[in-house]
C-alpha cells in the first residue's frame, strides 16, 4: 500500500511556510505604521529597521519558496520520467527519532540507508514513528529512491498497523 508518493503530495510546506513569512510581513508593517506614528526620536535604527525586517522576509520567501516548489518538482518528475532506484525489502537497524527531536530517525533497507526527522521541510519522506509514521523494524517496503531520498514508500499490507 502506498503511504508517501512526492508526485502526489503537492507542496506540503508552502502552505506553512507562506503563512509564517505573512505573520512576519504583517509585523513589518505594523511595525513601520506604528513607528512613524508614534516615534518621537528618528535614529537610522527607526528608519531603516522596519524595511530591513521587510526585505529580509520578502527575500527568505521568495528564496525558500523557490526552493521548496523546485525540489517538489523534481521528485515528481523524476517518478513520472521512471528516473528512481526500488529498494525493497525488510527495514533493519531502525533508529527512531525522539519525539521532541534532537537526532534523526534511521533505517536501513536493502543496503541503503535512509535518515530523516520531522523538523526538516523536504520534497522526500519525513514523517517519524515518533508524529505517527509507519516506518518500524521489521515492516516490509518498497521505496523509489531518488538520489537517496524517498520519492515514494509502499508498506506491505500485512505490516501496516
Request: proline letters at 2%.
Amino acid at each position: 500500500m502506498v503511504v508517501f508518493d512526492a508526485a502526489e503530495q503537492g507542496f506540503r510546506y508552502s502552505l506553512l511556510f507562506c503563512l509564517s513569512a505573512t505573520v512576519g510581513m504583517a509585523t513589518g508593517i505594523i511595525w513601520l505604521v506604528v513607528d512613524r506614528r508614534y516615534a518621537r526620536r528618528r535614529w537610522w535604527l527607526r528608519r531603516v529597521g522596519p524595511y530591513l525586517w521587510l526585505g529580509c522576509l520578502a527575500t527568505i520567501l521568495s528564496v525558500g519558496l523557490g526552493k521548496s516548489l523546485h525540489d517538489q518538482r523534481q521528485l515528481a518528475d523524476a517518478l513520472r520520467k521512471g528516473e528512481y532506484e526500488i529498494v525493497e525489502g525488510e527495514v533493519v537497524d531502525f533508529v527512531p527519532m525522539p519525539y521532541d527531536g534532537g537526532a534523526r530517525e534511521s533505517f536501513v533497507v536493502g543496503g541503503h540507508r535512509y535518515d530523516y526527522s520531522d523538523w526538516e521541510a523536504t520534497a522526500g519522506f519525513n514523517n517519524t514513528q515518533s508524529h505517527g509514521g509507519p516506518i518500524r523494524q521489521g515492516v516490509r517496503v518498497r521505496i523509489a529512491d531518488v538520489g537517496g531520498e524517498i520519492a515514494r514508500l509502499e508498506i506491505a499490507r500485512r505490516d501496516l498497523r
